[in-house]
């Protein structure tokens, strides 16, 4: 049997001491929620669901919805990266009540196979999107971009 440790705590029992960055050890969550009522909103249409500082660290992106439509997907990102945070793996939101997030996946039972934007950090003051996907969307929204800054 072994006792190891985790990066940080490797790093704050050195000799000497490496302090941990206070988004990974001791920072403050924050958490931008919003809903977005959609009406007829076609397929590959944007939605800002937040605007994050410069020097943000992302923890988690969550969506919950209604029923949207039968064959319509969303994924979440930013500008430049418009399946960042769920990667490529966009559900089908055909069902009230269906969720996806970064850290668990898809409400459906779907796991999410990629994770690259879990701990992404912004360089200057960027907005977080959903892009629609495979139909005209109706209905409810309902979004937290968990993050810190220190």
């Known amino acids: 049997m072994a006792s190891v440790k985790s990066v940080n705590m490797t790093n ?6 490496v302090n941990a960055s206070s988004e990974q050890a001791g920072g403050k969550l924050r958490v931008w929620y919003d809903t977005y009522e959609a009406s007829s909103l076609g397929s590959g249409s944007d939605i800002t669901i937040a605007r994050l500082p410069a ?3 992302v923890h988690d992106v969550i969506v919950k919805a209604d029923a949207l439509a039968g064959s319509s997907t969303l994924i979440a990102g930013i500008a430049s990266d418009t ?8 559900i089908t939101w ?3 009540g269906q969720s996806c997030s970064m ?3 898809i409400s459906t039972g779907a796991p999410s196979a990629t994770v690259t934007g879990l701990g ?6 960027t907005d977080v999107i959903l ?17 810190s800054t220190e």
């Open 103 to 105: 850290v668990n996946g």
């Open 120 to 125: 992404y950090r912004t360089t200057a003051e």
């Open 94 to 96: 055909n069902a009230a």
């Open 55 to 57: 020097n943000a660290t």
């Open 131 to 147: 892009t629609t996907g495979g139909a005209t969307i109706s209905n409810t929204i309902y979004s937290w971009v968990i993050y």
């Open 83 to 90: 399946d960042l945070f769920w990667g490529t793996n966009s």
């Open 12 to 17: 704050i029992t050195a000799t000497p001491v």
